[in-house]
Nanobody, 127 residues
């Protein structure tokens, strides 16, 4: 079992940067694929980014590619999401996710692929 706690959200202006952190408990974190999803008001939850436990596979949604960077520190049981050039459409609740990896390249993009979810952290980008 892995428990996830996000931090780092807030209110920023368009063009600003934020770094989200997700602290994981559980000794199996280093063998979990982890990622981030987000949900804007009135919209479905959507994939943002994912990284395999080996860090050999990293995936981004088209809407954040080249602006966001996901990275992990397995020694600290933490995954991060560096968000640059934020836009109002990036507003939403950001969820950290994790799931046991089936191989070292596993980094799924589907909601149902993830077993563990954090409570979420609010990110609001004003125009």
């Amino acid at each position: 079992q892995v428990q996830l706690v996000e931090s780092g959200g807030g209110l920023v202006q368009a063009g600003a940067s934020l770094r989200l952190s997700c602290a994981a408990s559980g000794h199996t974190f280093s063998r979990n694929a982890v990622g981030w999803f987000r949900q804007a008001p009135g919209k479905e939850r959507e994939f943002v980014a994912a990284i395999s436990w080996s860090e050999g596979t990293i995936r981004y949604s088209d809407s954040v590619k080249d602006r966001f960077t996901i990275f992990r520190d397995n020694a600290k049981n933490t995954v991060y999401l560096q968000m640059n050039s934020l836009k109002p459409e990036d507003t939403g609740v950001y969820y950290c996710v994790g799931t046991p990896a089936i191989n070292k390249s596993y980094a799924p993009v589907r909601t149902e692929s993830y077993a563990y979810w954090g409570q979420g952290t609010q990110v609001t980008v004003s125009s």
